[in-house]
Structure formats: structure tokens, C-alpha cells
Nanobody, 113 residues
Framework: VQLVESGGGLVQPGGSLRLSCAASGTIVSDNSMGWYRQSPGKEREWVAL???????NVPDALEGRFAISRDIAKNTVYLQMNSLTPEDTGVYYC????????WGQGTQVTVSS
């Protein structure tokens, strides 16, 4: 199983980014998939989940700003992030929620003016 994150970058406060997680060796719609982030000095935390039925979960603190989706044909999971703040800075990873695979390199998101 390989999960490759992309789409990060430098963005100004208030901006948006869409991250992608391309999967191979597994089918994203067969699993609960999650986006996680590790901010400087903090432990890795989950920021969005999507389940096989298509229902999603986002922590209350991120509700309304973060949204997870998937493209079954592309076997890819996305994270749409809006109204970004410097506190959203970190490395973003995707993984299978259960039976996690080794973490990939992630994609760096830096929110700064």
C-alpha cells in the first residue's frame, strides 16, 4: 500500500488549499481514510475522516473550514482547507484509519503572510 500526499505549499492567512492523497495497493472507498497533521511542537492529530459509505467527520474546531472528499475513479482522497490560519501550519498526512500503513512524507502546509 502506498499513499502519496501532495498539494501543500505556502499560503497567506485566509487562503485555501486542496491536498490530494493518491492511493495504490488499496481502494480508498473500501476503507475509512483520514487526513492528519503534525504542527510544530505538537503531536499528530486527525483533521478529517471519510468512511466507506461516504460520510465524513471533522473535528468541531475545524468544522466549516476543512472538508474531506474522495474520487473513487482516481482512488484519491482530498482535503479542502479554507480560511487558513497560521495555526494550520504543519505537515499533512493521509492514512487508513484502521490498520494504518507506515506514514509517508506528507505534504507541508505553511500559512504565513
Amino acid at each position: 500500500v502506498q499513499l502519496v500526499e501532495s498539494g501543500g505549499g505556502l499560503v497567506q492567512p485566509g487562503g485555501s488549499l486542496r491536498l490530494s492523497c493518491a492511493a495504490s495497493g488499496t481502494i480508498v472507498s473500501d476503507n475509512s481514510m483520514g487526513w492528519y497533521r503534525q504542527s510544530p511542537g505538537k503531536e499528530r492529530e486527525w483533521v478529517a475522516l471519510i468512511h466507506p459509505a461516504g460520510n465524513t467527520n471533522v473535528p468541531d474546531a475545524l468544522e466549516g473550514r476543512f472538508a474531506i472528499s474522495r474520487d473513487i475513479a482516481k482512488n484519491t482522497v482530498y482535503l479542502q482547507m479554507n480560511s487558513l490560519t497560521p495555526e494550520d501550519t504543519g505537515v499533512y498526512y493521509c492514512n487508513i484509519v484502521l490498520n494504518k500503513v507506515p506514514w509517508g512524507q506528507g505534504t507541508q502546509v505553511t500559512v504565513s503572510s
